[in-house]
């Protein structure tokens, strides 16, 4: 599968937990932008906060402009604060692809795959992307990364937090 425009957005990783645990609220990124008119970006960010009892986050991954990257929704967060040990599931839309008939073109749909720990100041891990073709055909690859963490203000409430990744999510998340 061929994808022509790749546009990967941005991830934090937030995590609300007991003060043994790995930082509580935060974002981890290896998200590098270049300098100059036309800024591109890529790399990888996460964001996960507790919303009423529940672990809820997004992920977006930059290859292309530094603005407005797709995002995908966590699915299937598992967490445990004593090994610090995490994993999840999003989908997301980076481009486009060509259609299965026709000339066409229909929006890419990848699915990823992470599972690894959070320790002091970064998480490590596995990231499996899959690009998932109209007829259910998937293509995989794997990769271990490393996300810093970033400083950030965590004055947001966390039903605003949600609200305005949820808009995000709306305008640029998956298509499928």
Same mark, same amino acid.
């Given at each position: 599968?061929?994808v022509t ?9 937030s995590l ?6 790995? +930082? ?5 990124? /290896?998200?590098q932008?270049?300098k100059?008119e ?13 919303? /009423? ?15 407005? +990257? +797709? ?31 026709? /000339?066409?073109w229909? +929006?890419?749909? /990848?699915?990823?795959?992470?599972k ?19 007829d ?41």
């Open positions: 599968m061929k425009h790749l546009a990967f957005g941005v991830a934090a990783l609300l937990g007991a003060a043994s645990s790995p +930082p509580p609220i935060g974002v981890w990124s /290896n998200v932008v270049s100059g036309d800024r591109h970006a890529s790399g990888i960010e996460v964001e996960i906060r507790k919303h /009423n009892g529940v672990l809820v986050g997004f992920l977006s991954e930059f290859v292309g402009p530094a603005e407005d +990257p +797709p995002v995908g929704k966590l699915e299937s967060i598992r967490f445990d604060e004593k090994t610090g040990s995490i994993s999840f599931t999003s989908k997301l839309s980076v481009g486009v692809v060509p259609a299965a008939a026709g /000339n066409a229909v +929006p890419s749909r /990848n699915l990823y795959e992470f690894g720990v959070i320790g002091s100041g970064a998480i490590k891990g596995s990231l499996r992307r899959k690009f998932v073709e109209e259910g055909k998937e293509t995989a690859y794997d990769e271990s990364i490393t996300l810093k963490a970033k400083s950030t203000a965590d004055d947001e409430p966390a039903a605003e937090w949600l609200k305005r990744w949820t808009d995000v999510l709306r305008l640029r998340g998956p298509k499928w």
